[in-house]
C-alpha cells in the first residue's frame, strides 16, 4: 500500500536501516558526534541562530513555546484543526488568549492581524500555522511576520512549520520560532519536534526566563545541553540516527538523482554548502510534483478545497469523497480524508518528504480510475497526460 497521507510519511529503508542498529547509549562520544551532525544539518536547513530537538510529537512543541514565550497574552490564527489547537493550550494552561478564527479554505491576511495587535497592546506573542494540514492552505506568513515586526519588534512570532519545513524554502528573518515535526518532510517515525530560536527569543529565553514550561519542557535546560551534543533528559537516540541519515540523502541529492541518492551508501560527512544544494533540489522536486497534482486535478475536472493551496498536500474537494477513497485504498493508494466538519467533502494527498514521481504518477492514476469506477468520469488518462506534462515544462523530466 502506498502512503499518501499528509503524516505520517512513508520512512525510506536507508532510513530504516539507520535507526535498526543497536542503542546507543546517548551520553557517549559516539552520540555526541551523531548528534553534532543532526545540529549541523538543522542548521543549515533552518538558517537560525539556534535550533533545538525535543523527545515529543508536534503538539509538544508548540505548547512549549508557547509557554517559553508568552508573558502576558497570546493572540493565535484558527484556519483550521491545528489553529485550534493554540487556544487549546491557552486554556489548559491558564493563559490569557485571543484568536482570530477564519474558515477553513481561507487564509487570514496581514491586515487582520495587524488591526488585532493594533486592539490589543498586551498581546506579546502570536501563533499561526504556515501550512493549516486541515484543509491544505497555505498562509501568507511571511508577510504577516514581516507586518507585524514592523508594527511591534518585540512580539514574538511562533510559527507551525510542521508541514513546510523540508517542503519549502522558509524566509524566517521575521519568525522567532519555528516548529517542525519528525513525521512528515522528514520521513521519519512520529516522536520528535524540531524547533528553530530567533536571535531575539534567545534573548527572550534569558532576560525574562519562566518556569511555566515545567521541568521537561525547559528550553533554557536543553539549550545548555544540547550546545554540547547531549539532551537533559534520555534523548530520542534512534530518530536522531534517523534524521542524521536523511541529511545525508539530501546531501547525496545535490549530485545525483533521487533513486541513487535514497540508495547510497554515505561516506561523505555532512557539508552545510552541499547540504543547502540538496536541499534547494529536494525543494525544486516536491514543488514540482505539487503544481503537476494540481494540473492533474483540473484536467479530471475536480477542485482543490483551500483558496491558497499549501505545496505540502493537495486537498480536493468532492461530495464523493469518502467513496473516492475507499476505491484509491483497494487500488493500493492510501489518501487521509479531511477532519472534523469537513471529514467527509474532502481528501488530501500527500506531497511531502522525497516522493518518486512513479509513486505520484500512480497515485493520480488510481484517483482517476476511481472516478471511472463511481461512475463519475470515464477513464481517459487525462490525469497522468497532464501530470507529466506539467513535469516536462517545469523541466523536471
Ligand atoms: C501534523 C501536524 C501537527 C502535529 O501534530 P502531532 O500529532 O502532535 O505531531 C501540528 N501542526 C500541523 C500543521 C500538522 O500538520
Known amino acids: ?82 489553529g485550534q489547537r493554540w487556544g487549546k493550550i491557552a486554556l489548559a494552561n491558564n493563559l490569557p488568549h485571543t484568536e482570530l478564527v477564519k474558515e477553513w479554505d481561507t487564509p487570514i491576511s496581514a491586515q487582520e492581524v ?10 506579546d506573542t502570536l501563533a499561526l500555522q504556515v501550512c493549516e494540514s486541515a484543509g491544505g492552505l497555505r498562509l501568507p506568513l511571511e508577510q504577516i511576520a514581516r507586518e507585524v515586526k514592523a508594527y511591534r519588534q518585540d512580539i514574538i512570532i511562533i510559527a507551525d512549520a510542521i508541514t513546510a519545513m523540508g517542503v519549502e524554502p522558509l524566509d524566517t528573518t521575521h519568525i522567532d520560532v519555528l516548529i517542525g515535526g519528525s513525521q512528515k518532510a522528514f520521513m521519519l517515525p512520529p516522536g520528535m ?15 525574562r526566563p519562566t518556569h511555566r514550561g515545567g521541568l521537561y519542557f525547559s528550553f533554557l535546560t536543553e539549550l545548555k545541553n544540547q550546545r554540547k551534543n547531549t539532551t537533559a533528559w534520555t534523548a530520542p537516540t534512534t530518530l536522531i540516527s534517523g534524521l542524521v541519515r536523511y541529511f545525508e540523502i539530501v546531501q547525496a541529492l ?12 554515505f561516506t561523505q560527512e555532512l557539508d552545510s554548502s552541499l547540504l543547502a544544494q540538496g536541499f534547494a533540489k529536494a525543494y525544486t522536486h516536491t514543488k514540482a ?23 505540502a498536500m493537495s486537498a480536493i474537494a468532492h461530495a464523493d469523497s469518502a467513496k473516492i477513497r475507499q476505491r484509491m485504498k483497494a487500488l493500493g ?18 506531497h511531502m518528504g522525497l516522493i518518486h514521481i512513479y509513486e505520484a504518477s500512480y497515485a493520480i492514476n488510481a484517483l482517476e480510475l476511481s472516478l471511472d469506477t463511481l461512475g463519475l468520469r470515464s477513464f481517459d488518462g487525462a490525469g497522468n497526460a497532464s501530470f507529466f506534462g506539467a513535469l516536462k515544462k517545469q523541466e523536471i523530466l
Not at 16 to 22: D, E, L, S, V, Y
Not at 114 to 123: M, N, V
Open 289 to 311: 510534483i505539487a503544481l503537476a497534482t494540481r494540473e492533474a486535478i483540473n484536467a479530471l475536472g475536480l477542485f482543490l478545497y483551500p483558496k491558497s493551496p499549501a505545496l
Open 114 to 123: 495587524l488591526e488585532a495587535l493594533q486592539s490589543d497592546p498586551s498581546i
Open 193 to 207: 519536534s524540531i524547533i528553530g530560536l530567533s536571535k531575539r527569543a534567545l534573548e527572550v529565553l534569558e532576560v
Open 254 to 265: 545535490a549530485n545525483t538523482n533521487l533513486d541513487s541518492a535514497l540508495e547510497s551508501t
Open 1 to 82: 500500500m502506498l502512503l499518501f497521507t499528509p503524516g505520517p510519511t512513508p520512512t525510506p529503508e536507508s532510513i530504516r536501516q539507520a535507526m535498526a542498529t543497536p542503542t546507543l547509549h546517548h551520553r557517549t562520544k559516539e552520540f555526541e558526534s551523531i548528534f553534532a551532525k543532526a545540529r549541523l544539518g538543522l542548521q543549515t536547513m533552518l538558517n537560525m541562530e539556534e535550533v533545538l530537538l525535543l523527545a515529543s510529537s508536534g503538539t509538544g512543541a508548540m505548547e512549549a513555546s508557547v509557554l517559553q514565550f508568552c508573558h502576558s497574552k497570546l493572540l493565535s490564527i484558527s484556519c483550521g484543526k491545528f
Open 333 to 350: 493508494v492510501n489518501v487521509a480524508a479531511g477532519q472534523d466538519h469537513i471529514k467527509d467533502s474532502i481528501f488530501r494527498i500527500n
